[in-house]
């Protein structure tokens, strides 16, 4: 019987193991609960009105269509049988593995108060930015048709709780939203006088980056309008807006960009996990005393970058997806020597809405246009297939140059007017 690897997620780790296998002696089953890989980096653009959903998301069963030996299955994993070496599905369905991979990403976490996740959406799937992107633009038209001076200001209003990249990233295309595409679209409302509120609890945004390139970022925002508050942390999020250290806010919209929970692949398995519910995993990324199950990308942990932790960025996952892959094959071949895992570090990158960015590479730091230009290189490069490239790649020249947004479309949701 062929070996039959299981690979639970299409992912940045997933996918990069099923196409490390490619050619070897094996079956595989990938499973996903849905039935797209997503380019999680643009999806704070989808949220903003900027890129279309179908321009960074593709069916996984069509990007594996060629693989004869890989099969696609579209169903949500709840547990692992670890004795019996079964994948177990909530909808009752059992999955057989010889080798199982793990690589089921993490979500946003609310610090134990999931209460405000109905106010404050996060970002994490296609679903979360069409909410978010309906939430921005139904609080622009509702401010057009409010009389009430502070009702009116609440709704226009937003507040992004998190300096981290994604936090940057929304904050600056918002307010390039309201201050730079929309004036003129409306007629009672001037969209420049919008509140742009970046909340962080730290003493400064872009954590992770170096303390220049962190000002820099911080003074871009300022110049793009964004009130940065630092060092408060938000002690309330309700539907009349958010407490964040004494403060009230009232605001309309509040986008959730703080805290990531790993998924329950640790607990599935019955592994030890930190305090995020990242499986703590061994060198070789095996689950400790179970070497026939992997666990990589953001829903695991491990000190595999010259002894710190490895990041939970895209580059991490497919480094594991491919390391975990070879490993497998050199098993095939009767070789089961443990091949520890080393992350190798390419740089970090955020971009400060469509004229800025910064870039840590290490050995060199870029910022200011020439690092948005490399920003955007390398996350077309990233995507996947030509169409989209040169899709995104036209939707952001044509943005560059007019200003103008093609993606302005409310949606579906919870909000929907009752005109039909
Ligand atoms: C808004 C945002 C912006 C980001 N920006 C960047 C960036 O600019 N650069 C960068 O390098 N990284 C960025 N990241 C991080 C990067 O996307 C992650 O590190 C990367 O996706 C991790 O890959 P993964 O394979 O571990 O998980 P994911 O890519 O998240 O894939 C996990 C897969 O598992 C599936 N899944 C989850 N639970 C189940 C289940 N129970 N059953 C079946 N399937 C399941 C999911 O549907 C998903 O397809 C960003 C993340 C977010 C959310």
Redesign the pocket.
Same mark, same amino acid.
Request: no cysteine.
């Given at each position: 019987m062929t070996h039959h690897v299981v690979i639970?997620?299409?992912?940045?780790?997933?996918l990069a193991a099923a196409q490390g296998l490619a050619g070897a002696d094996v079956r595989i089953t990938i499973?996903?609960?849905?039935n797209h890989?997503?380019f999680? *980096?643009l999806?704070?653009q989808v949220g903003t009105a900027t890129l279309a959903t179908s321009e960074i998301a593709w069916p996984v069963r069509h990007l594996l269509r060629k693989r004869k030996e890989v099969t696609t299955l579209l169903?949500?994993?709840?547990g692992v049988d670890t004795e019996n070496r079964k994948v177990l599905l909530g909808d009752g369905g059992i999955v057989a593995y010889d080798t199982l991979i793990l690589?089921?990403?993490?979500r946003?976490a609310y610090f134990g108060h999931d209460e405000w996740e109905p106010f404050a959406p996060g970002?994490?799937?296609l679903e979360d930015a069409t909410t978010i992107r309906r939430r921005v633009l139904l609080s622009f038209e509702r401010a057009e048709r409010e009389a009430d001076p502070a009702r009116r200001a609440a709704l226009l209003t937003f507040v992004i709780v998190g300096g981290g *990249?994604?936090g940057v990233e929304l904050s600056g295309a918002i307010a390039e939203l309201a201050h730079q595409n929309l004036p003129g679209e409306y007629r009672h409302i001037d969209t420049r006088k919008a509140r742009v509120v970046l909340i962080e609890a730290g003493p400064r945004i872009l954590p992770s980056f170096t303390e220049d390139l962190s000002a820099y970022a911080h003074a871009s925002l300022e110049r793009l309008g964004v009130e940065i508050q630092l060092g408060q942390a938000v002690r309330e999020c309700s539907d009349q807006g958010v407490i964040y250290g004494d403060q009230p806010l009232a605001a309309n919209v509040i986008l959730w960009a703080a805290g990531v929970r790993a998924?329950?692949a640790a607990a599935w398995a019955g592994l030890p996990a930190d305090n995020a519910g990242r499986a703590l995993v061994e060198p070789d990324l095996t689950a400790p005393g179970h070497p026939e199950i992997f666990v990589?990308?953001?829903?695991a942990t491990i000190n595999a970058w010259h002894g710190k932790p490895v990041p939970?960025?895209?580059?991490?996952?497919k480094q594991q997806?491919t390391h975990v892959a070879r490993t497998i094959r050199m098993r095939l071949r009767g070789n089961t020597a443990q091949r520890p895992f080393r992350y190798r570090h390419s740089g970090n990158?955020?971009t400060i809405g469509k004229r800025a960015a910064v870039i840590d590479f290490g050995w060199i730091k870029v910022r200011g246009w020439l690092a948005w230009w490399l920003w955007g290189l390398a996350h077309i490069y990233f995507l996947i297939g030509v169409r989209n490239r040169l899709a995104v790649a036209l939707s952001w020249l044509w943005i560059y140059v007019t200003g103008s947004r093609s993606a302005h479309l409310i949606t579906q949701g919870e909000q929907r007017p009752r005109t039909q």
């Open positions: 639970v997620g299409a992912g940045f780790g997933g499973i996903d609960q849905r890989h997503l999680q *980096p999806l704070y169903g949500a994993v709840t690589a089921t990403g993490a946003h970002l994490k799937t *990249p994604t998924s329950a990589i990308g953001d829903t939970g960025i895209a580059p991490a996952a997806g990158l955020a």
